[in-house]
C-alpha cells in the first residue's frame, strides 16, 4: 500500500510541484487556446510570453518565501 | 527528422538523470549487502517499467486523435518541464541545495542498517521503479507524437545503458555528473517540446515547422536566466 501510495505521489509530483502554478499554466494554456481561436497564430507569442513571464514569477516569488524563512 | 532529434535528445538527457538517481540506490544496496537482491529488484522494476511503456504507448498512439494527443501531451510535457526548469532556477541562484548523489547514497545505506535480506530487493524494486517512471513518462510524452517513439525509447534506452556501464566500472555514485545543468537542458527543451505540441494541438501552425523548438528554448532559456538574475539581486537578499 505504502509502495502504491509512494507510486501515485511520484506521478503527481512529475507535473505539481505548486498547485497555484500548475493551475495558472493550465489556464495561461486554455487562455491561449481561445486568443488563437480568435487571433490565429500571432496567439501563440502571447501563450509563450505568459509561459515564459509566469516562470519567472513563480522562481522569484519562491525565493522571497524561502528567504523570509531563513 | 528535426522533431525526432530533439526527441532522442530529451529522452537521453531526462533519462540519464532518472538512471542516475536509480543507480546510485542499486549501488548503495550492491556495495554493502551484495548484488543478488538489487539486481533481482532492478530486473523485476525494468520489466514493470517494459509493460508500462508498451500498453500506454501503443494505447496512446493508436486510440487518442492526433489534435488531441498532442494537446495532452503538450500541456503535460510543460507541467513537467516547467516544473525541471522551476527548480533548475532555483538550484543555479543558490535558493534550493544541489541535489547529492553521495548524500542519497549514504541515506539509502543508512535504510539498510539491520535489515533483512529481502530489504535490499523492495529498496532496489522500488527506486528503480519510481524513478524510472520519470524516464517512462519523458519516452511516451516526448515520443508519442511525431511518430517518434521509437527514438525516443531508443534515447531512453541508450542513456540507460550508458549510465549502467559507467556504474559498473567506476563502482562509486555518479556524483560528477553535473544533474542541474542536465536538469536545466532537459527542462528548456520540454517546455519547448511541450509549447510546441500544446500549440500545434490547438491548430496552430508554427513558422519553420520544428525550428521554432530551437526558437522557444532560446526564450525559456533567456527567461530563466533572467530569473537567475532577479534572484541574486542583492536588494531580494
Redesign the interface.
Known amino acids: 500500500m505504502n509502495?502504491l501510495r509512494?507510486?501515485v505521489r511520484?506521478?503527481v509530483g512529475?507535473?505539481?510541484?505548486?498547485w497555484l502554478?500548475?493551475i495558472v499554466?493550465?489556464v495561461i494554456?486554455a487562455a491561449?487556446?481561445f486568443a488563437?481561436s480568435k487571433l490565429?497564430?500571432p496567439?501563440?507569442v502571447l501563450?509563450?510570453l505568459l509561459?515564459?513571464?509566469q516562470?519567472?514569477w513563480?522562481?522569484?516569488a519562491?525565493?522571497?518565501r524561502?528567504?523570509k524563512l531563513v | 527528422m528535426g522533431t525526432q532529434f530533439f526527441s532522442f535528445g530529451a529522452a537521453f538527457l531526462g533519462s540519464a538523470v532518472e538512471s542516475t538517481e536509480a543507480l546510485t540506490i542499486v549501488l548503495a544496496i550492491g556495495l554493502t549487502r551484495g548484488w543478488r537482491a538489487p539486481l533481482l529488484g532492478t530486473v523485476a522494476a525494468l520489466v514493470a517499467l517494459a509493460v508500462l511503456v508498451i500498453f500506454f504507448g501503443q494505447l496512446i498512439v493508436t486510440r487518442i486523435p492526433d489534435s488531441a494527443l498532442k494537446l495532452l501531451v503538450g500541456?503535460?510535457l510543460?507541467?513537467?518541464g516547467?516544473?525541471w526548469?522551476?527548480?533548475a532556477?532555483?538550484r543555479s541562484?543558490g535558493?534550493?541545495d544541489l541535489h547529492d548523489e553521495e548524500r542519497a547514497y549514504q541515506h539509502t545505506v543508512d535504510q539498510l542498517k539491520d535489515a533483512t535480506d529481502w530489504v535490499g530487493f523492495i529498496l532496489a524494486l522500488?527506486g528503480v521503479?519510481?524513478e524510472g517512471?520519470?524516464v517512462v513518462?519523458i519516452v511516451i510524452a516526448v515520443g508519442g507524437t511525431g511518430k517518434g517513439l521509437p527514438v525516443a525509447v531508443a534515447g531512453g534506452l541508450l542513456a540507460m545503458v550508458v549510465v549502467a556501464i559507467t556504474g559498473v566500472v567506476v563502482r562509486q555514485p555518479l556524483a560528477r555528473v553535473p544533474e542541474n545543468t542536465l536538469k536545466y537542458a532537459v527542462g528548456v527543451i520540454l517546455?519547448s517540446l511541450g509549447?510546441f505540441w500544446?500549440?500545434e494541438g490547438?491548430?496552430?501552425?508554427?513558422p519553420l515547422d520544428f525550428v521554432s523548438i530551437g526558437g522557444?528554448a532560446i526564450?525559456?532559456f533567456?527567461?530563466?536566466r533572467?530569473?537567475v538574475q532577479?534572484?541574486r539581486r542583492p536588494a531580494?537578499?
Not at chain 1, 14 to 18: A, E, K, R, S
Not at chain 2, 202 to 206: I, T
Open positions: 509502495f509512494a507510486a511520484q506521478v512529475l507535473f505539481v510541484g505548486d502554478q500548475s499554466i493550465v494554456l491561449g487556446w488563437f490565429g497564430t496567439a501563440v501563450l509563450v509561459l515564459a513571464g516562470m519567472v513563480f522562481a522569484r519562491e525565493a522571497r524561502s528567504r | 500541456t503535460l510543460l507541467l513537467f516547467l516544473r526548469l522551476h527548480k532556477v532555483l541562484a535558493v534550493v522500488k521503479f519510481l517512471l520519470e513518462f517546455t509549447t500544446a500549440a490547438m491548430g496552430a501552425s508554427w522557444l526564450i525559456y533567456a527567461a530563466s533572467l530569473a532577479l534572484i531580494l537578499a
